[in-house]
Nanobody, 118 residues
Framework: QAQLVESGGGLVQAGGSLRLSCTAS????????IGWYRQAPGNQRELVAR???????NYADSVKGRFTISRDNAENTVYLQMNSLKPEDTAVYYC????????????WGQGTQVTVSS
């Protein structure tokens, strides 16, 4: 079964940087799109950044110019480089992939906590 495993979260001061990683494992599959969502306490889960198989990217307005999504196709890994972090970026970050593994579906990672202190 396909799995998404995230890493790289943690505690950082405002203005700092973190890089999140998400690796898709469990077999051979086709990834149509992969990206990151986040959910802060009391808020709905929201899109942060998304990368399609064609290379197009989509970012939330709140992170444009600060966050960069990239992908290593050989490793089935997607990265989220987060710079100039703000306290409002504090949330659990989830990796999400639209992939084909037997059938096409949406897969989620377990989430990784990012906390930005002021």
């Amino acid at each position: 079964q396909a799995q998404l495993v995230e890493s790289g979260g943690g505690l950082v001061q405002a203005g700092g940087s973190l890089r999140l990683s998400c690796t898709a494992s469990g077999g051979t599959f086709t990834i149509y799109a992969i990206g990151w969502y986040r959910q802060a306490p009391g808020n709905q889960r929201e899109l942060v950044a998304r990368l399609s198989s064609g290379g197009s990217t989509n970012y939330a307005d709140s992170v444009k110019g600060r966050f960069t999504i990239s992908r290593d196709n050989a490793e089935n890994t997607v990265y989220l480089q987060m710079n100039s972090l703000k306290p409002e970026d504090t949330a659990v970050y989830y990796c999400n992939a639209d992939l084909l593994y037997g059938y096409r579906g949406m897969y989620w990672g377990q989430g990784t906590q990012v906390t930005v202190s002021s």
